[in-house]
């Protein structure tokens, strides 16, 4: 391996992960160096690590490997450097006469002694002792980025840990590295538990078992567990650390002492909670209790004004209707679901005009803004995602909701669709913020996959047997000419669906091969559905039960961001890692911001709202790529614009195809849906039933009509450990007296 040492006199191109082809003015000439060279500018003196090596095309490259700044050891570098604008406030000319009046001493007196800049006419003690700050600032930054590579640790990933600790980084790698994996999103436990093996921490460490622990609980969390049986829990943890399973169960005890995880009975034995969400369960239940104690069930006599609201809504209600909207006239808490076609819309309708009839003031709301959205054009009223509802806000330590008990929500009647994708904390939240007073309907379609987050709310408050549940089932005349609700309601109930015909709604396109379905979908995305159904690209949604693979979302969305947005002169595109995004593309955030600005824009590009936190499954398009701003402005499905800065891309993937899990709560004009094969835990009935229902005018199925049966036989649900429902029935066991 060999150096070179010179100074940065251009940078030709840098990625945002700091990947950088610059030239580089040595005592030899100028040469081409290729490599990661983060936080690095023109005008620096560097000493690169490296080899020479032969370019096809470019010609004679310096590769290196690793980089770190010297200081400038001649006039001339030093006056490059300073008047670079890498220090900001310095100038050529001001460059100049520092240089020319300290000399050799420079940078020793900007770093020891910045005071006696102030001596240069120009120069105040203030600024004097920013551009020192400036310089310090840099010089810590860069040595760590240096100390951290000897950890096999990214410039992005090393960027984001000196972000969070400064120079405490170096005592935390020292002494307990997988505190990495709790406070840096880029680092799990895995990558901490490499560099704890470079640091020297022991095997056996209660460090590396105690981060083993919680990294396990907090992957099935994320597979929406709230809690997991210790006797598998401890066996899982000592495998993947290779560790006795006694050595394991020794720390659990003191987790728990220290609050890291609650340890519970169960029927199946000792549970094990991960943070806060056994707290978080039992706060739900009695929440949910009080709210249905506080209005005692009236007596059952006939409600006469039924039919005068059917007559004023010119409408006729089915019985199971009918007992909703009496039920919502006398219930603290009220479920109401059904699958498509049942009616859900027409029964929130009447129980709305109910409330005004009666004067009461309401407040609808959804778990996404798709959803939201949706509501509000069933209605005609104003619906919020939950999250806008509780006027969500971010600090540096996360997310707080302005509506909570202190300053809860003002209305007689909370409505709430889509609740299978509630998970148990954004239900904390909401309960948090409402009244004793207050009514809440939760709506929703039980049989569909339950929320991304932990728990399965809807259909543990459903089982507890505590609250009143109206569960709608009569497929409406309108409907049935549907043949999207109706084959949803045989996948349903189990029965085989008739794939023989080409119904203009729902059919099959039988292939059998990976790559003639791959070929397929992009015909029928970029030329035969637009042509034929005069639909735009943006309305039509691939959906796959699969992440990897021919067939997985990242594979297709790589074919047809090529295929549908390819690579254009007027487009302007920024890459990220292995990831490319580029203006015109359809992306998704993976995971909740808090931090995110979102703002909405209306008439002449005047904000009329602005908030913070994108969430988990947002879907929206690149509208702007600004490469001197260092900003990707991308326009999400429920008007909210957020300008991502380019060190945050990873937080968005390419969304022309999503997994079923992803499309939840949402609706598109027409869905794609490329089934072949896959492990048959996913392909599941109910996996295919939430596929179905997520189109609104037309489903196409795309690959092997046997598997597609197959999937509807296959009616295994993967258990969730939750313990909402035993909270519930618990609650309201005390609230009985029993």
């Not at 992306?587 to 209306?602: A, F, K, P, S, T």
């Not at 009509?705 to 909402?724: A, C, F, P, W």
Request: charged share 25%; proline share 4%; net charge negative.
């Amino acid at each position: 391996m060999e150096e070179l040492k010179g100074y940065i006199d251009h940078i030709t191109y840098q990625t945002e992960d700091g990947y950088t082809v610059m030239t580089i003015a040595s005592a030899d000439g100028s040469s081409t160096a290729v490599g990661p060279a983060k936080d690095y500018g023109s005008g620096e003196t560097v000493v690169l690590e490296g080899d020479w090596v032969e370019h096809s095309i470019y010609g004679r490259q310096f590769k290196f490997s690793a980089i770190r700044a010297v200081p400038p050891s001649d006039r001339i570098s030093m006056i490059r450097y300073l008047g670079s604008g890498a220090v900001k406030g310095i100038g050529e000319k001001m460059a100049v006469r520092i240089v020319d009046k300290f000399g050799d001493d420079t940078f020793r007196i900007m770093e020891e002694e910045p005071e006696r800049l102030s001596e240069i006419k120009g120069i105040s003690l203030r600024m004097a002792q920013e551009l020192s700050g400036q310089l310090a600032g840099k010089r810590d930054r860069r040595n760590a980025m240096v100390w951290l590579q000897q950890y096999g640790i990214s410039l992005t990933i090393a960027d984001r840990i000196y972000e969070i600790y400064g120079t405490e980084l170096y005592n935390v790698i020292k002494n307990n590295p997988y505190k990495l994996a709790e406070d840096v999103p880029a680092v799990g436990f895995k990558k901490a538990d490499a560099i704890a093996v470079k640091a020297g921490i022991s095997m056996d460490s209660e460090y590396r078992i105690c981060s083993a622990v919680l990294y396990v609980l907090g992957s099935l969390s994320s597979e929406g567990h709230c809690f997991y049986p210790m006797d598998s829990l401890c066996p899982m943890v000592a495998k993947m650390l290779e560790l006795d399973e006694e050595a394991v169960r020794e720390q659990l005890p003191q987790m728990a002492a220290d609050h890291r995880v609650e340890i519970k009975n169960g029927p199946e034995g000792a549970r094990v909670y991960s943070g806060g969400y056994y707290r978080a369960e039992r706060y739900c239940a009695d929440k949910l209790i009080s709210l249905r104690d506080a209005f005692p069930p009236a007596a059952d006599e006939p409600c006469d004004w039924i039919a005068a609201l059917e007559k004023e809504l010119g409408l006729e209600l089915d019985e199971l209707q009918k007992k909703a909207v009496a039920l919502s006239d006398n219930s603290g808490v009220l479920v109401l679901s059904g699958g498509p076609g049942t009616g859900k819309t027409t029964t929130i309708n009447a129980i709305i005009r109910r409330l005004e009839d009666k004067g009461l003031s309401f407040m609808l709301a959804a778990p996404t803004g798709r959803a939201a959205k949706r509501m509000y054009e069933a209605t005609g009223y104003e619906a919020k995602t939950i999250h806008r509802l509780l006027e969500m806000g971010a600090a540096n330590d996360g997310m707080y909701y302005n509506r909570n008990e202190d300053e809860p929500l003002e209305a007689d009647c909370i409505i709430i669709d889509e609740m299978s994708m509630v998970d148990i904390w954004l239900l904390k939240a909401l309960l948090a913020a409402i009244t004793p007073s207050c009514r809440l309907i939760m709506v929703g379609d039980v049989d569909q996959l339950p929320s991304v987050g932990p728990g399965q709310v809807l259909k543990d408050v459903m089982e507890s047997g505590e609250f009143a549940v109206v569960r709608l089932q009569h497929i409406f005349r309108q409907a049935k000419d549907s043949h999207i609700i109706e084959n949803a309601h045989k996948i349903d109930r189990g029965e085989h669906i008739d794939l023989s015909q080409k119904y203009e709604d729902f059919f099959l396109l039988e292939k059998d091969r990976p790559d003639v379905i791959r070929e397929y979908l992009v015909r029928l995305i970029s030329d035969v559905l637009p042509r034929r159904l005069s639909l735009s690209t943006g309305d039509i949604q691939v959906m796959t039960p699969m992440r990897k693979g021919v067939l997985g979302v990242e594979s297709l969305n790589s074919m047809l961001q090529e295929r549908l947005n390819p690579p254009a002169e007027d487009k302007a595109e920024v890459s990220y890692g292995d990831k490319v995004f580029r203006c015109g593309d359809k992306v998704m955030q993976i995971r909740n911001d808090y931090q995110l600005e979102w703002e909405i824009c209306g008439d002449h590009n005047i904000v009329v709202a602005s908030g913070m936190g994108v969430f988990n499954g947002d879907v929206g398009v690149i509208k702007q790529i600004n490469s001197y701003l260092k900003l990707a402005e991308v326009c999400f499905d429920d008007g909210r614009v957020v300008y991502y800065p380019f060190g945050q891309l990873d937080e968005l993937e390419l969304a022309y195809a999503v997994t079923i899990h992803k499309s939840q709560g949402s609706e598109y004009p027409l869905v794609i849906l490329p089934i072949l094969s896959g492990p048959e835990m996913l392909m599941s009935r109910n996996l295919l039933y939430t596929a179905v229902t997520r189109a609104k005018k037309c489903v196409i199925l795309l690959g092997s009509g046997e598997k597609i049966q197959q999937m509807i036989d296959n009616d295994h649900v993967q258990r969730r450990y939750t313990s909402l429902c035993e909270r519930l029935q618990e609650a309201g066991r005390m609230a009985d007296g029993s």
